[in-house]
């Protein structure tokens, strides 16, 4: 701004001598006028990203249009008050020129004045009234924002604590990829997944010692995360359950095999037994089809779903 003034007032400066060129005053005036694109330019991104910034939430983007509407009225408001004023100074000039009228003619030139004085304080009370209200609004907007602003913080900060975690177990459970184990990281979740070929025999939920080595790394991982909620599901195939004594069916097996689990990771004594909840899906969560042994091999698993808890982002959400 200090630099366009000052280029302006040379250029006034310059245009008034004789002894400057038409060449310099022509560059002075398109350097002028390159700043002035320049601001007009900045002006446009300041109001892109405004425009971007109010699209984050929509509860926001409804208070900027409360916002608007204030600013709508005041602006009347403010139009309303210079036409009243307008209208007093001609009544103001009208009354010196009436001065020396009638007395009749003079006092009802100084009714009107009166009238137009009280219009006019009610108006400016009325505008100031609204610019409190804007200013309340205003406020309460820059706070939500701030609220957002937080929130997306929070949510940044959960991804990469998330990408750390899954990057962790992949890295304590390197031994075992290529035998039927996967670590991956989907909708806001880490999944450790488990082939029953490397956990357990066919039937049985007793977790075999190659099994319970991946099942203590985990733990080892878990146990320096106390803010992860941790789900253990057992998975079967298709087939029902041919055997008998204390397991009914693949609903039973499916759900021992995820005790057994939680079992194994209870016994790292840091892992707090609060986070850990056992589920037993059977066959009704496949992720291959059934049709051949490797779909049914894919199908019998363990799956430890790895969930951030998300008690302060609720408590922000329901504060917005």
């Known amino acids: 701004m200090i630099k366009r003034v000052s280029l302006g007032l040379l250029i006034l400066a310059l245009s008034t001598t004789s002894c400057v060129s038409k060449k310099v005053y022509n560059d ?34 409804d208070l900027q249009g409360q916002l608007d509407k204030l600013k709508a009225e005041r602006d009347k408001l403010a139009a309303d008050y210079a036409a009243t004023k307008s209208t007093l100074d001609n009544l103001k000039t009208s009354y010196t020129a009436l001065e020396n009228d009638s007395s009749a003619a003079l ?12 219009q006019l304080e009610a108006k400016e009370k009325a505008l100031a009234a609204e610019q409190e209200r804007l200013n309340k ?23 990469a604590n998330l990408t750390a ?11 075992f990829q290529g035998k039927g184990l996967t670590v991956e990281q989907k909708n806001g979740k ?3 997944s488990m082939e029953n070929k490397l956990l357990f025999g066919s039937g049985s939920w007793i977790v075999g010692a190659e099994g319970k080595k991946a099942v203590v790394e985990v733990a080892k ?10 789900l253990i599901e057992g998975h ?8 008998g004594g204390q397991i009914q069916n693949n609903w039973d097996l499916s759900t021992k095999r995820a005790t057994a689990i939680v079992n194994i990771v209870r016994e790292n004594k840091k892992v707090d037994p609060k986070n850990l909840t056992a589920a037993g899906r059977s066959e009704f969560a496949p992720v291959a089809g059934n049709e ?4 049914k091999a894919k199908n019998r698993r363990i799956e430890i779903i790895l969930t951030p808890k998300l008690d302060e982002i609720s408590k922000l959400l329901n504060e917005l």
């Open 292 to 295: 051949t042994a490797d779909g």
């Open 236 to 243: 079967t195939d298709n087939v029902p359950y041919a055997g």
């Open 137 to 159: 609004l205003s406020a309460e907007l820059k706070e939500r924002s701030a609220r957002v602003d937080e929130l997306e913080g929070i949510m940044a900060s959960q991804q």
């Open 221 to 230: 991982v878990l146990a320096d995360n106390p803010d992860i909620a941790v």
């Open 107 to 118: 006092n009802a030139n100084i009714k009107k004045n009166r009238e137009l004085l009280a």
């Open 190 to 192: 880490v999944y450790v």
């Open 28 to 61: 002075l005036e398109s350097k002028y006028a390159a700043l002035k694109k320049e601001n007009r330019q900045a002006n446009d991104e300041n109001s892109k990203l405004t425009k971007e910034r109010n699209e984050l939430d929509l509860k926001s983007k």
């Open 165 to 175: 975690l899954k990057d962790r177990l992949s890295k304590a459970l390197n031994s």
